[in-house]
């Protein structure tokens, strides 16, 4: 599997206070096969007269070994921004879905608070393609911050798949 990006696609070389000549460069990047989910890819442009110009893109990249983690719904709702805002006290539900052709494995949830572990649920040797990720018995979050809710998914072959969910406690 590979991923091809072109530059000039990414519009960062149409912005008007750049001046010079028009550069198409297309990168190939090799994906390995144990890699999906939503990756950062940043692209900086130097022009001869010192004229940088950076943008930053997400990349989804869909592998067909690894197991699906589909959010349909958390509450409370996630804002414009990508976050989960909630009071002190509150529980955050996440619901969807683990599907893996070759069956599932294991399916993790951890939350952490900064870099520190509040909560972990594991589901272990399952037998089944899919999982319901409202399965799982979130805790009331107690301290203002920040949160960080994985959700790791792993099939009967060894493939993983991980997302995450940044919550902000006020």
């Known amino acids: 599997m590979f991923l091809m990006i072109t530059i000039k696609e990414l519009g960062i070389l149409s912005r008007s206070q750049y001046q010079g000549t028009e550069f198409l460069k297309t990168f190939q990047f090799d994906i390995p096969s144990d890699v999906s989910g939503g990756w950062n890819l940043e692209v900086s442009v130097l022009d001869e007269a010192g004229n940088l110009a950076t943008i930053e893109e997400t990349v989804h990249i869909i592998n067909t070994f690894n197991p699906s983690v589909s959010i349909s719904a958390t509450n409370p709702t996630v804002s414009d921004e990508g976050i989960i805002h909630c009071a002190l006290d509150s529980i955050v539900s996440i619901e969807g879905i683990a599907l893996d052709a070759d069956t ?65 406690v006020d």
């Open 104 to 168: 599932l494995e294991n399916i993790t949830a951890v939350m952490y608070r900064g870099s520190t572990q509040v909560w972990l649920e594991e589901h272990m040797d399952l037998t089944e393609v899919f999982f319901d990720l409202s399965s799982f018995t979130e805790p009331a979050l107690t301290e203002v911050g920040t949160y960080y809710y994985d959700i790791e998914a792993t099939d009967k072959l060894g493939f993983t798949t991980k997302v995450r969910a940044t919550i902000h």
